[in-house]
């Protein structure tokens, strides 16, 4: 999806909950070189999933729970995007309306960042199944 030149569709549900917390950076190379750290930061601005084109995703939040879930939501809206090309049917895209309308619901559920009770439930799991994880 980051080599596709459109982007990331508001396609999905999944889209709709990063699309307008989203933003693009330019591949630079293997990210060796102090420069593009201010290029990174530059792109990504006030938004917190960044497409890495032609590379990968890269999310920050207030929580490593809210990076976390946006790194979710946005793998997932990836593969709907890929599943959903691949059958060669015209894309019903969602508009503007009900982009806004997702975006609103959920930005944060009961105050909390998203992802804050995904990140709880996994880290209780990782205790249970490999503690040393914290090592």
Known sequence: ????????LP???HALLVGKRLAYHDYE?????????????RDLGDKEV?????????TVGETVGEAFWLMMQT???????????????PL??????????VHQQGYKLDGNP??????????????????????
């Open 114 to 135: 998203n992802g804050t009770l995904d990140w709880i439930a996994l880290r209780r799991d990782l205790d249970r199944v490999s503690p040393d994880y914290r090592d």
């Open 1 to 8: 999806m980051s080599a596709q030149e459109h982007g990331l």
């Open 50 to 58: 960044l497409i890495l084109r032609n590379h990968g995703l890269l």
């Open 92 to 101: 019903r895209m969602l508009g503007e309306d009900i982009q806004e309308l």
């Open 11 to 13: 396609i999905s549900q």
């Open 75 to 89: 793998q997932r809206a990836c593969e709907i995007q890929i599943a959903a090309l691949s059958g060669g049917a």
């Open 29 to 41: 190379g293997v990210a060796l070189l102090d420069a593009e750290r201010e290029t990174l930061a």
